[in-house]
């Protein structure tokens, strides 16, 4: 029905000469074709509307279209093209002062360089995004950066200063109700504890985390949860188990 919709509010904008209504439209197919998994068609819809906006000098819609443009291009495995993008989107949010777009940016970065094991360039864009973050009291977005900047510490061995992020993070998601994040938060500390094999009660705290995934019905962290389980069960080499989970 979207689609239906979109179809016919370009062809009445081409009609008409309507450049803005002509942007929307393809703004609106780039969309569709993500939530389609259509990637390189809203690569093609998302440009299409990038220079119709250009065109009229709306800045603030050529970055959104930008930041799509680099979402698909991440998607498809297309890193250079989606860093090209992203730094792109990054300059228009600073220059109109859009800081939530520009936290944004940067974390789209850090998730980039997490990929592709540059964790010390993850570890500064997420550091530079919390400090605007913070300034701008972006409370949201402060527990979401403060849990990948968590992960990224401990991919590089700064084990406590993960786990302190870690456990602000999740607090600050607790707080704010976005159960789904104190969930992810509260699986990464475990995963640490695991690793570091600190934590007496590993049992107990892992059937307690598979307890809350499935309460909540977050499906993406009960996977995660077996996986754990399964390393546990290897650290205490007991294979069977281990395929078990």
């Keep these: 029905a979207v689609e239906n919709f979109a179809e016919m509010a370009l062809k009445i904008a081409t009609k008409a000469q309507d450049s803005r209504g002509q942007a929307e439209a393809y703004f609106t197919f780039g969309n569709l074709a993500n939530l389609q998994g259509n990637y390189h068609d809203s690569l093609r819809f998302f440009n299409q509307a990038k220079d119709y906006f250009d065109n009229m000098q709306l800045m603030g819609a050529k970055g959104r279209c930008l930041n799509n443009l680099g979402v698909a291009s991440y998607l498809l495995g297309q890193w250079s093209e989606a860093i090209y993008y992203w730094e792109k989107f990054a300059v228009i949010c600073e220059k109109l002062g859009e800081r939530t777009q520009w936290v944004n940016a940067l974390n789209n970065f850090a998730f980039l360089y997490k990929d592709r094991g540059s964790f010390q360039q993850a570890k500064r864009s997420l550091e530079q995004a919390l400090t605007i973050a913070r300034k701008e009291g972006l409370e949201r977005f402060e527990a979401t950066l403060l849990g990948n900047l968590g992960e990224v510490l401990w991919r590089i061995g700064e084990v406590e200063n993960a ?20 969930i992810e938060n509260q699986r990464r500390l475990l995963a640490i504890d695991i690793d570091e094999n600190t934590e007496t009660n590993l049992e107990e705290s892992l059937r307690a985390l598979q307890k809350e995934t499935q309460e909540h019905k977050v499906k993406n962290e009960e996977a995660h949860s077996f996986y754990l389980w399964g390393k546990y069960w290897l650290q205490q080499h007991e294979p069977e188990q281990a395929y078990e989970a």
Excluded: P
């Design 163 to 182: 786990r302190s992020a870690l456990q602000e993070a999740q607090k600050k998601a607790i707080e704010l109700g976005a159960t789904g994040e104190a």
